[in-house]
């Protein structure tokens, strides 16, 4: 099946330890993104990649950061520098061609204790 | 990219159309209405998207005003699995990658 693979579905952890979530897509997109949404809210940009090697900050960047080693893999470390780090967080592909539409994965939830 | 305005929510009754309104009247002429949908706890789903013609696909039709000022999400024949809050986003093509920024949505509740 083709389409963007998030791992895991629910994540804990402990205060103070960084934690990496994983993004994969067999869609041979370009663009890569994550998004982290808070209850009853709507989804905020952390980080975005329009190539492999390459990738710029979002609106919300701090306390995280991720690597684009292959066209298909986008993981996002959520770093303990991050202060509310508890979220779903959801990672999207695109093409960058023209009104391209970006598609999700399902999302993992993260809790921190 | 153009801000959108969306009712917070709203309700049909299952077997009739739906239709979700959106304004975005301070849209540019090269900025896209895209519409997503999100399921409870799911990722978002993308739905249609159009520039200026409207559009249908297998799930929904988007009829976009002729000043592109507004523009109506329909679903045919509302069904319980289209309960959901459904996403209005504009967006302008840079050459760069889709950076969608996301509203709080319209809460749509199908009822039996």
């Known amino acids: 099946d083709g389409g963007i693979t998030q791992s895991p579905k629910y994540l804990f952890r402990k205060e103070g330890q960084n934690v990496t979530l994983s993004c994969e897509q067999n869609l041979n997109h370009d663009a890569m993104y994550w998004y982290r949404q808070d209850p009853g809210q709507g989804l905020r940009l952390i980080y975005y990649?329009?190539?492999?090697?390459?990738?710029q900050k979002g609106d919300i960047a701090e306390g995280y950061s991720v690597s684009r080693e292959k066209k298909e893999s986008f993981p996002l470390t959520v770093t303990s520098a991050q202060k509310n780090p508890t979220a779903f967080y959801l990672c999207?592909?695109?093409?960058?061609?023209?009104?391209?539409?970006?598609?999700f994965g399902q999302g993992t939830r993260l809790t921190v204790v | 990219d153009a801000k959108t305005t969306q009712p917070t929510s709203m309700d049909c009754a299952e077997g009739r159309a739906a239709n979700l309104p959106c304004n975005h009247s301070t849209i540019s002429g090269n900025e896209y209405v895209y519409w997503y949908r999100q399921i409870h706890s799911q990722g978002p789903q993308y739905i249609i998207h159009?520039?200026?013609n409207n559009e249908t696909n297998e799930m929904a039709s988007l009829i976009i005003t002729e000043d592109r000022k507004s523009s109506t999400l329909i679903l045919p024949h509302a069904t319980l699995r289209d309960t959901a809050v459904y996403y209005c986003i504009v967006r302008a093509y840079t050459g760069t990658a889709s950076k969608l920024t996301f509203g709080t949505g319209t809460r749509l509740q199908v009822t039996l």
């Open positions: 999207a592909s695109s093409t960058t061609g023209t009104g391209a539409a970006a598609f």
């Open positions: 990649s329009q190539i492999v090697n390459d990738f």
């Open positions: 159009g520039l200026k």
